[in-house]
């Protein structure tokens, strides 16, 4: 073989590990902002991973993944949104909540965010219009915020003329205005007393029930929150100790013990938001991207929660209900 023809060769063999350490170097980095934390949120992440291997792309292979969980102090967000940024992430996965989105979007006007929101996305500011989204921003709108008004209907049924009910809401919510005024509406057009309670914190929630107990409460409706998401365990663990029945807003509370839940399907939403994250990172752009809505809603009852609380549900909302946990 002559010389230059051995030149050519070795130089072309050489190049071949340097463009697939280059490959292996653009392996497109995705952030992932949530306002609470990884435990309970452990489904939902499930699903989102599947929904990027729906897109073609696998965690630790074709795609790495910087997580950053706010553990529900809000005001850490502003600063793992700007880490993220920092670390030249190509799309910011914001969920946990509108706070979670409100921040992403405050640190950059130019990386694509792709969220879940449970609010209306257009009504609080995040996107021009759900066909189109205009900007960096696109997403799902789970449709949690206008849920709360059936879920207070369902527990009616189950609970035998209850004289008062407590509503539930976490006041840091962007949407908590919204949800309230539209379960005070559904309270007075049913002729029902309600009484509205704040959580923020653990704390808060342990001294709620103990209100509860002192207004002698028939019945809790638990509002749609990543806060009280996190604290799943501990509010069902709360209803039970307490013997209250409770209705809440996803099918992994009444899992846990709940009484029954209403609302749609978050892991589903969470599956979507991996798959327009793919969309996103092989080129398309937020913009042109129209905000998904979730229309996947699932009825869920605990009849072994219901038989502990020595509560008969009706038949029709067993036939009703799109699972029923014995």
């Known amino acids: 073989m002559r010389r230059r023809e051995f030149m050519a060769l070795l130089g072309g063999a050489a ?10 170097q653009r392996t497109p ?8 934390s990884p435990g309970p949120f452990a489904p939902f992440v499930a699903a989102f991973r599947q929904g ?35 670390r030249q992430v190509a799309v910011i996965v914001a969920t ?19 969220f879940s929101s449970g609010a209306d996305p257009v009504q609080i500011g995040l996107v021009s219009s759900l066909n189109r989204p205009g900007g960096n921003l696109t997403g799902v709108y789970l449709f949690l915020s206008g849920l709360d008004p059936k879920k207070l209907g369902l527990l009616r049924a189950v609970v035998p003329q209850p004289a008062l009910i407590a509503v ?30 704040h959580a923020s914190t653990e704390p808060d929630l342990d001294a709620a ?11 809790i409706v638990v509002g749609s929150d990543p806060f009280f998401n ?14 209250i029945p409770a209705i809440y807003e996803g099918r992994e509370y009444a899992l846990a013990g709940g009484l029954m839940s209403y609302g749609t399907s978050i892991g589903d939403g969470y599956r ?34 219901a038989k502990t609380l020595g509560l008969e549900i009706p038949p029709g909302l067993v036939t009703a209900a799109d699972e029923v946990i014995e």
């Not at 696998?58 to 793992?80: K, M, N, S």
């Not at 405050?106 to 694509?112: D, E, G, I, L, N």
């Not at 029930?209 to 019945?219: E, H, I, M, S, Y």
């Open 29 to 36: 980095l995705v952030g992932f902002l949530n306002s609470a």
């Open 15 to 24: 190049a071949w590990p340097l463009t697939a350490w280059g490959q292996q």
């Open 209 to 219: 029930f103990a209100t509860f107990d002192q207004l002698r409460v028939g019945a």
């Open 96 to 114: 946990g909540g509108a706070v979670s989105i409100v921040a992403a979007k405050a640190a950059t006007t130019t990386t694509p965010i792709v």
């Open 272 to 305: 979507q938001v991996g798959i327009y994250t793919g969309r996103v990172l092989k080129g398309e752009k937020p913009a042109d991207l129209p905000v998904v809505q979730s229309t996947k809603f699932e009825f869920v009852i605990n009849l072994k929660t």
């Open 52 to 86: 990027l291997r729906e897109a073609g792309y696998v965690e630790g292979d074709t795609v790495e993944i910087e997580y950053r969980w706010a553990e529900g102090q809000y005001d850490r967000l502003p600063a793992l949104a700007a880490d993220l940024i920092r």
């Open 168 to 197: 539930l809401f976490n006041p840091n919510n962007p949407d908590a205005r919204t949800r309230l005024t539209a379960v005070q509406e559904a309270a007075h057009a049913a002729g029902q007393r309600i009484h509205i309670l």
């Open 230 to 243: 996190s604290k799943r365990d501990h509010i069902v663990k709360l209803a039970a100790r307490h013997a």
